[in-house]
């Protein structure tokens, strides 16, 4: 194995014409599904973010005490995919009434008591699923003794519900379309370089090398050449990130958003698929090269 | 041709009714002949006699057609695909075209054949090439590429790829045919003194110089049938 792996690394080193179409081809091939990956990821936290901005109100009855009342929120703060509660009562929701209706105040004066019930809001961690568990997570709190009634924007989550799913569909379609047909242009390029080796093959084919003589240094080559074309895209998509989204921050287009690049362990992924892909491409094309 | 016994002893090649067949086109027709251990053998003809699609059936670049052939104790008619480089690594093989490989150096190309058969120390494989490189005249020459080489200086590196692993048989098809009378020359000398060191030589050529010169044993083809053989199996004038 140690001679395979030396014999690969020379002949990698030793074809450099050839084997740098290869990595470009591979780089560009990482750059693309790696900047979809991007988008991927930063799309999912955008649409996480407006998903912790959902708030479900939980009014309370007027009988509930402040002791009864921490009971209740003990409670909620204990189901999944709760991000936390906060108390408002009634009086800070008048006021927060009057506030928002700015100079149409008169509507409230002929009030003498304040309408509104105590309530508490309630935040949602990122990770909860959207219309499957928020209406189970409501009946759950209108269950709750000292709750009278539970209100949240059920139309909007449906359709955000229906927006994210459709987009969390489609990117896997589309990363599958992509990933196969990367996946063919690297294994042809393979092949080409391989066709391009053919004589050298059918030589030491003949002066007697086996079968596993010939594959596995070009096993080896395939390997190195996907952790080449894997770092150099990876770098690639570093350097074209580096230099436009932080111009994109000064522009103020990023004011509501933190842009991230790929986090370490999906990096690990993507090189680590490149080498398979390399692998892959050179043990779907040797076989018919090793009839002669 | 009547069957014979075969000694195994004495007869390092055995064809027998050999045919080949591509499409409709005969290539070889019920080719039978011997050749003896420590031969040094002529196979001539004209051009598309079958020569080199003889040469071809002896290191299984083709699989016959019918007839059964054993080369070195190997019953080639039989042999599995994972038995054909242990073939291969007894057979020295010399081309007219040298078939080298381009991208490798003199020295690498010569040592493959020692890394292929299995040896690993760096050392031994630098020792058996360098000696084998000296011996054909190519050793200052050793971190070239074949092609900044002449047609002569290639054929000499080929045939110190065919000769050092030490192969009990070198085929050499038409090791002549691109080169001038000089180099010729020197190319059946070295393949003379591989001879001479034991190995037996089987030559497929046209090359009525080189047919002049002596061997122990002959086969001439015609339209693919052997229609002479002229062994000389006691001794050798060359």
Redesign the interface.
């Known amino acids: 194995m140690r001679?395979a792996i030396r014999?690969g690394f020379a002949d990698f080193l030793?074809?450099k014409a050839l084997h740098g179409i290869c990595v470009i081809t591979i780089a560009l091939a990482v750059f693309v599904i790696s900047a979809f990956g991007l988008f991927l990821q930063n799309a999912n936290d955008l649409m996480r973010s407006w998903k912790e901005e959902i708030r479900v109100i939980a009014y309370l009855t007027p009988e509930t005490g402040p002791a009864e009342r921490e009971g209740i929120i003990a409670d909620i703060e204990s189901y999944s995919g709760v991000g936390g509660v906060a108390y408002v009562s009634g009086d800070e929701a008048f006021e927060w009434l009057k506030a928002e209706i700015g100079s149409q105040t008169a509507l409230l004066e002929g009030l003498t008591d304040n309408p509104l019930p105590d309530a508490l809001e309630v935040s949602l961690s990122g990770d909860i699923d959207g219309t499957a568990s928020i209406p189970d997570l409501a009946d759950k709190m209108s269950g709750l003794k000292g709750v009278d009634d539970v209100e949240y924007a059920r139309q909007w989550l449906e359709r955000f519900d229906g927006i994210y799913n459709l987009f969390r569909l489609t990117s896997m379609v589309l990363i599958g379309l992509i990933f196969a047909a990367i996946m063919m242009i690297v294994a042809n390029t393979i092949r080409l370089i391989l066709y391009q080796r053919i004589?050298?093959i059918k030589?030491?084919?003949?002066?007697?090398?086996?079968d596993t003589?010939i594959k596995y240094p070009l096993y080896f080559e395939g390997i190195m050449l996907g952790l080449a074309g894997g770092l150099a895209g990876l770098l690639l998509l570093y350097a074209a990130f580096s230099a436009t989204v932080p111009q994109l921050s000064a522009a103020g287009l990023l004011v509501y958003f933190q842009v991230r690049f790929l986090p370490w362990p999906l990096v690990l992924i993507l090189i680590l698929s490149s080498m398979a892909v390399g692998w892959i491409g050179c043990y779907l094309s040797i076989r018919r090269f090793l009839k002669f | 041709m009547r069957k014979m016994l075969f000694d195994p002893e004495r007869t390092i090649i055995r064809l027998y009714e050999v045919s080949k067949h591509f499409g409709d086109t005969d290539a070889l027709v019920d080719v039978s002949f011997d050749v003896c251990r420590n031969a040094f053998f002529f196979i001539s003809g004209p051009s598309g006699a079958g020569k080199s699609t003889l040469m071809k059936l002896l290191?299984l670049?083709e699989r016959m057609s019918s007839g059964y052939a054993i080369v070195d104790g190997m019953n080639l008619s039989r042999i599995k695909h994972?038995q054909v480089?242990?073939l291969?690594?007894r057979?020295g093989?010399v081309f007219q075209d040298y078939?080298?490989?381009p991208?490798?150096s003199v020295f690498d190309n010569v040592g493959?054949?020692l890394?292929?058969?299995g040896m690993?120390s760096r050392k031994t494989i630098r020792e058996r090439v360098m000696s084998v490189l000296e011996k054909v005249g190519m050793a200052d020459r050793h971190d070239a590429f074949p092609p900044t080489l002449s047609g002569g200086e290639q054929q000499r590196v080929a045939l110190a790829?065919a000769m050092v692993?030490n192969p009990s048989i070198i085929l050499a098809d038409e090791p002549t045919a691109s080169l001038d009378i000089e180099a010729a020359e020197r190319i059946f000398d070295l393949l003379v003194a591989a001879h001479e060191e034991g190995a037996t030589v089987v030559i497929t050529t046209h090359d009525r110089y080189l047919l002049s010169k002596g061997c122990t044993g002959r086969a001439y083809l015609k339209n693919g049938r052997c229609v002479a053989t002229e062994p000389h199996p006691e001794g050798m004038d060359i």
């Not at chain 1, 030589?203 to 086996?210: E, K, L, P």
């Open positions: 001679d014999r030793n074809y004589e050298e030589i030491t084919r003949v002066i007697g090398a086996d003589f | 290191y670049g994972g480089p242990m291969r690594r057979l093989i078939r080298l490989i991208g490798k493959l054949v890394e292929v058969a690993s790829r692993g």
